[in-house]
């Protein structure tokens, strides 16, 4: 089907961002089982709490949302992002630089999904969806607080990197 409307596009992406958020719920615990580091690891783990409660909220969105419905369409850039990651753990000695490099893979997919809810807030304002728009506003703020977080692990990982 071709898209031609603005509700067409919200939907497909939507639908891609719940499918990322869906691949996400997977990964994480593989992030934080391969994390030495005890900050690093609890952060993996706090933030599969957060993306299990933005799949919810992307999933309740769609059900209130006339004319709206989840698609099962794969994220294929997400994909690749966590099967970099996923290469990372094979092939990288357990310890700082993992630990770094996994920090850094974390990051590429906070930044991507980052740029997926700031689009889909920029169509939820086109379409009049102010509810949807201050719900998307909220999982945006989490995925920047994580990625700032990752940010100053990143900084501590360093330091223990060069010990």
Known sequence: MQINKAKQLFERLLSFTANAEQQMVDALPRFAEAAEHKSLRKAF???????QGQ???LEQAAENLEGIRLKQLKDVPLAALIEDSDAIIENTAPGPI?????????RKIE???IAAYRTLRSLAKELGY???RALLKETLEEEQAADEKLK???NKKIELAND
């Open 130 to 132: 102010a509810d949807l």
């Open 152 to 154: 100053k692990l990143s």
């Open 111 to 113: 930044h991507y999904e």
């Open 55 to 57: 799949l919810k909220r």
């Open 45 to 51: 783990e706090n933030h599969l709490e957060e993306t």
């Open 98 to 106: 993992r630990d770094f490099a996994l920090i850094g893979a974390a």
